[in-house]
Each structure stands twice: as structure tokens, then as C-alpha cells.
């Protein structure tokens, strides 16, 4: 015991742990924590640290007596713990256990619980049962009424033959003309359909053709004539698209007044054939017909809806709006024909001008290829000339080196004359002159052959800038020419419209 604490005093003259708030303080005779940074430099400080505990006999360790977090000097945050499951460390570890099972539920709880699912399973059930049997004797109201709903139709009809048979002839004759206007109406709905879908490959084509000239290159990416007759191409073509299904959904609500009217005059021309028979029927029993019986209180039962007069006006009236949307059926067919016509005129006409567009501007760009062309050959000639300059230029400046040695040479041999021989004579000055001479002939053929170097390199760079603007021009004739007008020779634009 006593080399135990010798030993852990030893420690803590070297480094003990500082107290961090809010952590219980560890009484001496329990244990100390340690670390040493003085003996182990290169250890870093970790979050927890070992412990040492050496127990009293007579003191049972509980959790007060051990920190399970170790916190650094000067961090701000606390340490952690671990939640404690025993309750309390003055009980018995049995009457904690006991305590901890009983946080959850009671018994009472619990068969309450089941009694509230058998209520609330009954009540459901019972509703259930409530809703089949209303919808069973719905369903049966429901058959009740379609079945005297059939025998009350049987009796709504006119008295009178004659009248009934008039109004039957009118309204068949009205019917005719106007099943034949709403088929004209489903024709022009067919006509504009594929007119609105016939507009997609042209306007396709010129999509296509903008998409092909954006791969122009250089300065040949231009807004010329050609691109804005495009776009103006584009914008008639989705106009008139538009135009056409405008059009289209006026025809299919007229299509859709006509068929209700149509209807309408079926249904009317269908019940006056059935009161023409049953009347028929009426007016020849007799009194030796068969099946005659006695209806007690038929003279008291009233069946009629309207009189005379409001039978026959609501036939006219029916007729009236028959022949009202026949009208207006035949001035949609009208419109329509016309707006068709008017729209392939007018993608027939801007097809045409960027055609002529495109012509031009081919013509342009083959022109001035040309002339490209012929700049390049004049350039390549003067580069070829220049070119043999430069040879000359650095032949004559070889053929001056010769003379230039013979003069050095003569120079030097006259330098190992003795004493007074060696005088500047005419011959010495004559062939320092002539070294002067060569020198400086020289000196202007390099400056003429940098010159000439120089000119040469402009011309190269010229010719580059031409060849590349020749590739430019191909390629915009490549596209214009050979992709744009490939596409749009084949531009079935009327029979696209009118088909």
C-alpha cells in the first residue's frame, strides 16, 4: 500500500490531471489519474486516460468514484457520460432492477386497451353493415326508377298524326344536311391535322439548315441575308402552325356542337316515330279489337307535359339550332380552306426567297473564293520569288567570304615584314579598304537578307490567313451548297399544306 501511493505521488509531481468543472473530485485514498508529456513527448492527449484505483476495504466502488470522460485543459465543452441504469447506490441491485421494469405500463393499462379495440372493432362493423344495407336499398331505388323512368318515356308524344308527321320530315331533312356538314367538318379536321404535322418536316429542314450554318468558321459566321430569310422561314412556318391549330380546335368544338345537335334531332326524330306508331296504333283499335280492358281512374291521370303550341315550338326550336350551327359549320369550312390556301402561299413564297437567298449567297462566296484564290497564287509566286532572293541574297554573302580570307590573309602575311618595311604603303591601304568594303557589303547583304527573311515570313503569314479563309469558304459553300440546298431541294411544302 505504501509503494502505491510513494509511487503515485511520484506522478504527480510530474504532471496530475486538472479538474475539469462539473466532473466529481476523486478523494485521495480511492485513486489518481496521470499523464506524463515530460516521459512521453511524442504521445498526443487523448480524450480519455488510464486510472489507477486502489480501494478501500471498507468503501464499495460505485460510478461517483471513476470520471468516464477525460476533458483537456481549456476545452470549452463537458464531458460526457454515460446514463446509469441502477437508480440509486443505497439500494439493493434487486429493488433497482425491479424499479427500472416498472416505467413502462400497468395491467389496468393494458385491458383497457384491448377493451377500447373490441369497442372500437364493434362500432367500425356496425357501420359497415349500416352503409351495405344503404347502398342495397339504393340500388334498388335506383332499378325502380329506370324502370318507370322507361314506361314514362313511352307516353310523352303528340296527339295529332299530321302535325307529327310534318315535324318528323322536317327534322329528318335537317338531320341529313347536317350529318353531310359535319362530315365535311371531320374532313377539314383530317386536312388540318396533317397540315399542322405536314409543317414539321419543313420546319425541320430549316432548323437543320440554321444548325448546319452555326458550323461556319472565322468571320463567315455573318447574320447574313440568308440566316435572316431563315428565321423569318421559321417564324411563318410555326405562325402558321399556330393559325392551324387555332383553326383546328374551333372545327373539332363546332364538330362537337354539330354532333350535339345532331342529337338532339336523332332523339327528337326517334320519338316522334315512336308516337307515330303508338298513335297509329290508337287510331285503328276499335270496339271489336283485342285486349280491350277497363283501367279504373284512367280519366283522372294526366300524362302531358306540355300543349300544342309548346310541342311545336320546341320542334322549331330544335330546328332553328340545327340549322344555326350548320351555319356557322359552313363559314368554319370556309375559313379553313382559306387559311390553308393563304398559309402554303406564304410558306410556298418565303421557301422561295430563301432559296433565292442561298443562291446568292453562293454565288457571292464562290466569287470570292475566286479571287481568293488568285490573291493565294500571287502570294505563293512572290514567296517563290522571294524565296530565290534569299538564296541569291546568302550566296553572295558565301562569295564574299573568299575574297575576305584573301584579304585577312594578305593583312597578316604583311604583318611579318621587318623593321621599316613595315610601311602603310598603298598596298596596306588598299587592303584595309578592301576589308572595309567587304565588311560593309556584307553588313547590307545580311540587313537586305533579314529584310527579305522578314518579308518572307509576312507573306507566309498572308498566305496562311488566305488558306484559311479559303477553308472558310469552302466550308460555308460545303454548307450552304451541298447540305442547306441538298435539304431544301426536296421541300414539299404545298403538299405538306394541302394534303
Excluded at 278 to 289: A, K, V
Excluded at 362 to 389: C, G, P, R, S, Y
Excluded at 423 to 432: F, G, H, I, T, Y
Amino acid at each position: 500500500m505504501a509503494k502505491e501511493v510513494s509511487m503515485c505521488t511520484q506522478l504527480q509531481q510530474w504532471s496530475p490531471v486538472k479538474e475539469t468543472p462539473g466532473s466529481p473530485s476523486v478523494p485521495p485514498q480511492v485513486g489518481y489519474c496521470f499523464h506524463s508529456p515530460k516521459k512521453h513527448p511524442w504521445r498526443p492527449i487523448m480524450g480519455y486516460e488510464e486510472i489507477e484505483v486502489t480501494p478501500m476495504p471498507s468503501q464499495p466502488i460505485t460510478n461517483t468514484m471513476v470520471d468516464p470522460c477525460y476533458t483537456p485543459a481549456g476545452m470549452a465543452t463537458e464531458p460526457l457520460r454515460f446514463p446509469n441504469l441502477v437508480t440509486g447506490f443505497d439500494r439493493s441491485p434487486e429493488h433497482a432492477a425491479r424499479a427500472a421494469l416498472y416505467t413502462r405500463y400497468t395491467q389496468n393499462e393494458w385491458n383497457q386497451t384491448s377493451i377500447k379495440n373490441y369497442n372500437e372493432s364493434d362500432a367500425k362493423r356496425n357501420f359497415s353493415e349500416r352503409v351495405r344495407n344503404d347502398i342495397m336499398r339504393m340500388l334498388r331505388e335506383t332499378d325502380e326508377i329506370g324502370t318507370q323512368g322507361q314506361r314514362d318515356s313511352g307516353r310523352r308524344i303528340g296527339e295529332r298524326i299530321t302535325d307529327t308527321t310534318f315535324w318528323r320530315n322536317e327534322v329528318s331533312i335537317e338531320m341529313e344536311r347536317l350529318v353531310a356538314t359535319c362530315e365535311k367538318l371531320n374532313d377539314t379536321r383530317r386536312q388540318l391535322e396533317r397540315a399542322i404535322a405536314g409543317i414539321e418536316g419543313p420546319l425541320h429542314i430549316v432548323q437543320e439548315c440554321l444548325y448546319h450554318r452555326e458550323k461556319r468558321q472565322g468571320m463567315e459566321q455573318v447574320h447574313d441575308a440568308v440566316e435572316q430569310s431563315l428565321l423569318k422561314e421559321v417564324a411563318t412556318l410555326r405562325e402558321c402552325q399556330d393559325k392551324f391549330r387555332n383553326m383546328l380546335e374551333k372545327v373539332r368544338q363546332q364538330s362537337k356542337n354539330c354532333r350535339a345537335t345532331q342529337h338532339e334531332l336523332e332523339t327528337d326524330l326517334r320519338n316522334k316515330e315512336y308516337a307515330l306508331g303508338i298513335d297509329s296504333m290508337c287510331h285503328q283499335l276499335n270496339n271489336f279489337s283485342k285486349g280491350l280492358q277497363f283501367y279504373a281512374g284512367i280519366e283522372r291521370y294526366d300524362p302531358t307535359v306540355c300543349d300544342g303550341a309548346r310541342w311545336a315550338a320546341a320542334s322549331a326550336a330544335t330546328l332553328q339550332r340545327s340549322q344555326s350551327e350548320r351555319a356557322k359549320a359552313v363559314q368554319m369550312l370556309s375559313d379553313a380552306e382559306n387559311l390553308i390556301n393563304v398559309s402554303a402561299t406564304e410558306i410556298w413564297d418565303q421557301w422561295s426567297n430563301t432559296n433565292s437567298a442561298f443562291t446568292r449567297r453562293i454565288a457571292e462566296t464562290i466569287e470570292i473564293k475566286n479571287k481568293l484564290q488568285l490573291h493565294l497564287h500571287k502570294i505563293q509566286q512572290e514567296m517563290f520569288d522571294v524565296e530565290k532572293t534569299l538564296e541569291l541574297l546568302n550566296k553572295a554573302i558565301e562569295d564574299k567570304l573568299q575574297p575576305m580570307k584573301v584579304a585577312h590573309t594578305r593583312l597578316q602575311a604583311r604583318t611579318n615584314r621587318p623593321h621599316l618595311e613595315k610601311c602603310r604603303d598603298e598596298a596596306q591601304n588598299r587592303l584595309v579598304r578592301e576589308v572595309c568594303e567587304l565588311q560593309a557589303a556584307m553588313d547590307t547583304l545580311r540587313g537586305k537578307l533579314h529584310t527579305a527573311e522578314g518579308t518572307h515570313q509576312t507573306l507566309l503569314g498572308v498566305r496562311a490567313g488566305l488558306e484559311a479563309e479559303l477553308r472558310y469558304k469552302s466550308s460555308t459553300l460545303f454548307i450552304d451548297r451541298d447540305q442547306c440546298m441538298g435539304l431544301r431541294r426536296g421541300y414539299p411544302v404545298t403538299a405538306a399544306v394541302k394534303a
